[in-house]
């Protein structure tokens, strides 16, 4: 976790209180974290703070936020986090979402354009391969799915360590059950998502890791066709995780992204 200041506060909602940290000024970026739960405050928020006012909420039902035990899909996770971006009365913001965040995004840019001046999907879950997978945690266990979103066993190594400290497994775990409540069955895609893209007028930046073995690099393709002003960057030698093994390179092509419509 950085040193630099942070702020972290709650913000009450009908539906329960929402854990978020904060720092920056301009544009705000919003990111939403992979369905292990918020790691924390990371070198790439800082990087990306140093343009714009980042905001990293846990998703409700997630690390310190409270649970909607009534939520059975990720499309209410996307209601809740609307909500809460019109609790801190932020609007024109770039949305990130990181592996399950970004299936979490796709949803809320569907429901709420207006709200955002750009999409940036990182290694985004919500859309169904047609050859192939999407990684299924609940066949693995917690260490070996986590290892295999990075790169290589050497790079997962040196950012948890040979073995991830007591805290982490607990996030890990309460992070399971929530993810088991609202992806099983389809697991990590909704069919209803993809006809709702071709609308979509927010300018949508898709990252893809070279080495992503969690989500296929097919659905970025598929991304990008469904969306009508998508653009596509694939970073080379990345896995999942782009955020944690090319943090100043995702931060660079959020904070360049051009938050106008396409074609101005």
């Not at 992979?34 to 998703?59: N, T």
């Not at 354009?113 to 919500?126: C, E, H, Q, T, Y």
């Not at 693995?140 to 190594?157: G, N, P, Q």
């Not at 209803?192 to 893809?208: F, S």
Request: net charge negative; with cysteine.
């Amino acid at each position: 976790m950085s040193e630099t200041a942070y702020t972290e506060r709650q913000v009450a909602l009908a539906t329960g209180k929402i854990k978020l940290l904060e720092r920056g000024t301009g544009t705000p970026a919003v990111v939403l974290h992979h369905s292990w739960g918020s790691p924390g405050w990371l070198p790439f928020h800082d990087k990306l703070a140093e343009r714009h006012r980042v905001i990293v909420p846990d998703m409700p039902g997630w690390g310190g936020s409270e649970r909607p035990a009534w939520a059975r899909e990720p499309r209410d996770i996307a209601i809740i986090v609307g909500r809460l971006l019109a609790a801190l009365e932020v609007e024109g913001a770039k949305l990130v979402g990181l592996g399950f965040g970004g299936f979490v995004a796709a949803e809320l840019a569907t429901m709420a354009p207006s709200r955002l001046a750009a999409l940036v999907l990182v290694g985004a879950a919500g859309l169904q391969p047609k050859h192939g997978e999407i990684l299924d945690q609940m066949m693995l266990s917690h260490r070996k799915y986590i290892e295999e979103s990075f790169r290589d066993a050497e790079t997962y190594a040196n950012y948890i360590g040979e073995e991830p400290p007591d805290d982490v497994r607990d996030l890990w775990d309460f992070s399971r059950e929530m993810t088991a409540r609202i992806t099983w069955k389809p697991y990590m895609f909704n069919r209803r998502l993809e006809p709702l893209l071709g609308d979509m007028a927010v300018p949508t930046l898709v990252v893809w890791g070279e080495n992503d073995k969690v989500v296929p690099l097919e659905c970025a393709e598929r991304y990008a066709a469904a969306i009508p002003t998508a653009t596509t960057v694939v970073v080379d030698g990345a896995g999942h995780v782009v955020e944690l093994e090319e943090p100043d390179r995702l931060a660079t092509l959020v904070a360049d992204f051009p938050a106008v419509p396409a074609g101005l």
